[in-house]
């Protein structure tokens, strides 16, 4: 096709330029590289004994069996999913938008590869010519940077394949008239979900511990983490505009052709089941699984860099033993809730969706901070002669741990359909129609900014205050307070499995409703009676109907409230591996009293009067305003090709479902733009990074600081205003049942705005953030390499060159992705925008 090949080309020039570039730079570095100041070196686990007699590696050796066990559980979860009942029609449903799916990771995946070779590049650049590394250890980095990806990668395929089970079963079950199997598959799918990436993201971390060589187990960190956040970028990233692609081309046949949602005839609503699990299972599965390992890379980096050799294996036993027990803790609350819930819902005939899925993410919150305390009094109960830090650090975790309950609360008042400011937005599309609609849901963003800032800056001051005596005894570390903002990240995704299985439930739900649709059963001839006779009941479709609905409203909610978790993740995160980089630049002393600390002199310019630093900090709040127009003009361009296919194509009369190729040509075109705007938007903030670090080291720090700040608030501002126009339009489609009235359509055009607000711009915010500052560290130690050698004229060189390589992409990703009309198909006076005179 020809689109694509020009994309293949772009693809190919763009990888051989930079390779070339790149090249060049290996050339004229020479061999009078000096040695990095950023060698990780493990301790030996074996030197230090916990409780009963057991060393740090025994310790760790345990986690790895916990690990083991939690992919079995996921497994068993899966293999129990599979088996459930579902009619034929629903399942031929489910296992087309599995084959779609299938179609675009695959597509995704060698996407990703033409990607990690520039990754790699620079890599070889730094290890291999720089470091003057020998070949196994280069090798051995590249290595982990692919089995990153591959986990990221993994994961995503797992999730829909999980999800895609799930949706036909929960569609199914809702025939049955009783509401909590609607409830109960979509968790047990999430579930499944979360265990297996968190037991496969803690068990790779724990094979690098214990297993790789001490001295190169640093490099393979960083290696590691910089393929799990290249992965989880493009399929966040791409994920995100694909599905905002489908869903806006959907949708927007509701109010064309005043049909009803998930019409069968619609070709773009296989597309958009598609999307639900490109954007809602695939990127966030990859996202997770990468916040989840970054977090762990970024504290074991602090700990290697500002902790003492003799405190180094108490404190890095410990942070992997609380996050094993967490999982447990997360296994042990799913099973609780599931006996509590099934005693109160499972033979009702109405259900509050939402009300056991918040008791969930507060019961496995009490019981994380229970085990949190535990654990650090058994293992650190004495922690450098000091017998109070253990529950200094545990208080420091719990503001974490607490704020993966609190943060989804605090969106919910902004994102529910119970919510005020959801009903505001009805309210104000009675008469005011898209525009007071729009301007709503606006407001409710701009609000959920402010407590969103007010509650992450609380959570960060508690672990503050509380970081403030751990020197009390002797120094344990330099800049207690950034590891106790790491600790707080850390605490994020202490409950991970819950928080993915949350978060994952969404787009079953969403999915469910549409299979239920698409598979026409109800126009299956003598269906209740086959339904009696091979599943042993009577199908209610009026309920089932009325249960998916509602379900999905809990569904979004639930979607809503897991993406603000990741964001401050990635923010809070953030600071610990900026940390890094400053201790790279500045150097650790001795202080006047003997004890080590940040070189005074070189501090300094980590100031405003170091005018770089403060011009590093305007700079990033422009990346993430570019960042942002950029994946919705992608959306919007895609979007509008989507529509045109459909509206060409779609027929109405004596069909009762969209041919399959004309639904995979929708896919189609969803993948082509998904992969164009991906690109812009990936090679932009690839050369951008190249060209800040090369240009000025402590400019790149302040730009670094910057993305992390205007990238939290776009983030939750896009978000939370994105969730407040979905489920204002679910509100109308189920309590006031009020479908293709002028208000439902006022509520579709504001759910169409807020799709690439809250499932395109904001969600792919996150990776971005936890790229920059990854690839960043690599970067900057490339350029104070390449200067030491005695070449700064060729750093700001390249950082011109990498500067002008960034805007191309910049000015491609809207001039490239215009919407045009082809030159061949205008008359008369139109003119090239393809726009016609009144």
Not at 195 to 203: D, Q
Request: hydrophobic share 50%; aromatic share 10%; net charge neutral.
């Amino acid at each position: 096709m020809k689109p694509t090949s020009r994309l293949d080309a772009l693809r190919a020039s763009v990888t051989g330029t930079a390779a070339r570039i790149l090249g060049l730079l290996a050339v004229l570095a020479g061999s009078t590289a000096r040695a990095s100041e950023a060698d990780l070196v493990l301790p030996d686990f074996r030197t230090v004994q916990f409780i009963g007699g057991l060393d740090g590696r025994s310790l760790l050796m345990a986690g790895i069996a916990v690990c083991i066990f939690g992919l079995i559980f996921g497994f068993m979860q899966y293999s129990a999913l599979r088996n459930l009942p579902v009619h034929r029609s629903m399942l031929e449903i489910s296992e087309l938008i599995y084959e779609t799916c299938k179609t675009y990771l695959i597509t995704q995946g060698k996407f990703i590869l033409y990607l990690e070779v520039l990754i790699g590049v620079v890599m070889v650049v730094y290890f291999g010519v720089l470091r003057h590394m020998e070949a196994v250890k280069v090798i051995t980095i590249l290595v982990f940077s692919l089995v990153g990806i591959a986990g990221s990668y993994g994961v995503a395929w797992f999730g829909i394949r999980v999800n895609t089970f799930a949706n036909s079963r929960t569609a199914f079950a809702s025939l049955r008239g009783k509401p909590y199997p609607t409830y109960a598959i979509p968790l047990q799918a999430g579930m499944s979900i979360g265990m297996v990436l968190i037991s496969t993201e803690l068990l790779l971390m724990l094979f690098i511990l214990l297993f790789v060589p001490a001295d190169f187990a640093g490099p393979c960190f960083i290696g590691f983490a910089i393929g799990e956040s290249l992965g989880a970028s493009v399929l966040r990233i791409a994920g995100g505009i694909f599905t905002k692609i489908a869903d806006i081309g959907s949708d927007l046949m509701k109010i064309v052709f005043k049909i009803k949602e998930d019409d069968a005839r619609n070709p773009g609503v296989i597309a958009d089941c598609t999307g639900d699990n490109a954007g809602d299972s695939v990127g966030p599965s990859a996202d997770g699984f990468e916040t989840y390992g970054v977090t762990g890379v970024a504290l074991i980096t602090f700990i290697l860099l500002a902790v003492p050799p003799e405190f180094q294996v108490q404190l890095l036993v410990w942070i992997f033993m609380m996050r094993i027990v967490m999982v447990l803790a997360s296994l042990g609350s799913y099973g609780l809730n599931g006996i509590i819930q099934g005693g109160k819902y499972k033979n009702v005939d109405h259900m509050n969706f939402e009300h056991p899925l918040t008791f969930l993410v507060w019961l496995t919150s009490f019981v994380s901070v229970a085990l949190t305390f535990l654990v650090s009094y058994l293992l650190i109960p004495n922690l450098g002669g000091d017998g109070t830090l253990w529950w200094k650090l545990s208080a420091i975790i719990t503001c974490g741990t607490l704020a993966g309950a609190i943060i989804p609360e605090a969106i919910k008042v902004f994102t529910s359909t119970e919510s005020r400011h959801v009903r505001e937005v009805v309210t104000a599309s009675r008469e005011g129609g898209a525009s007071l609609n729009v301007i709503s849901g606006l407001v409710a963003g701009n609000f959920s900014a402010y407590w969103m800032g007010i509650i992450i800056a609380a959570l960060m001051g508690g672990a503050y205050f509380f970081s403030l005596d751990i020197n009390n005894v002797q120094q344990i570390m330099i800049a207690p307070a950034v590891f106790a903002f790491g600790l707080v990240a850390f605490g994020f995704l202490g409950m991970g499995p819950v928080t993915i299985a949350v978060d994952s439930y969404g787009p079953v739900t969403d999915n469910a409703q549409s299979v239920y649709e698409l598979s026409l059963i109800e126009n299956v001839p003598n269906v209740k009676a086959e339904v009696q006779k091979d599943f042993g009941f009577t199908p209610d479709f009026d309920k089932g109907k009325q249960y998916l609905e509602e379900n999905d409203g809990a569904g979004n909610t639930f979607k809503a409230t897991a993406k603000p978790v990741l964001i401050g993740t990635a923010v809070v995160g953030a600071t610990t591996m900026i940390f890094s980089i400053i201790v790279i630049l500045v150097g650790i002393t001795t202080g006047p009293d003997g004890l080590p600390m940040l070189n005074a002199a070189k501090s300094a310019n980590l100031s405003l009067l170091h005018a770089p630093f403060l011009l590093g900090l305007v700079t990033g709040g422009a990346v993430i305003y570019w960042f942002s127009g950029a994946s919705m003009q992608a959306v919007s361009t895609g979007a509008y090709r989507a529509v045109e296919f459909i509206k060409a194509n779609i027929k109405l009369e004596g069909v009762e479902k969209a041919s399959v190729e004309d639904s995979k040509k929708v896919v189609e075109i969803c993948t082509q733009y998904a992969q164009k705007g991906m690109l812009n938007i990936f090679m932009g903030v690839f050369l951008s990074t190249l060209a800040f670090a090369f240009l000025e080291p402590y400019f790149f720090v302040g730009y670094l600081i910057s993305i992390a700040i205007f990238g939290l608030y776009q983030a939750v501002f896009m978000a939370n205003a994105g969730g407040a126009w979905d489920n204002a339009k679910k509100l109308v489609e189920t309590e006031l049942k009020a479908k293709g009235t002028d208000l439902h359509a006022a509520t579709v055009v504001g759910d169409t705005v807020g799709d690439p607000f809250k499932d395109t711009s904001s969600v792919a915010l996150n990776p971005v953030i936890k790229f920059t500052t990854l690839f960043g560290l690599l970067a900057v130690e490339l350029a104070v390499e390449l200067a030491a050698s005695g070449n700064t004229n060729l750093t700001r060189i390249l950082s011109g060159v990498f500067f002008i390589g960034s805007m191309f992409f910049v000015y491609r990703s809207f001039y490239g992705m215009r919407i045009e009309t082809p030159m061949a198909a205008l008359t008369g006076d139109e003119t090239k925008t393809g726009v016609k005179p009144a």
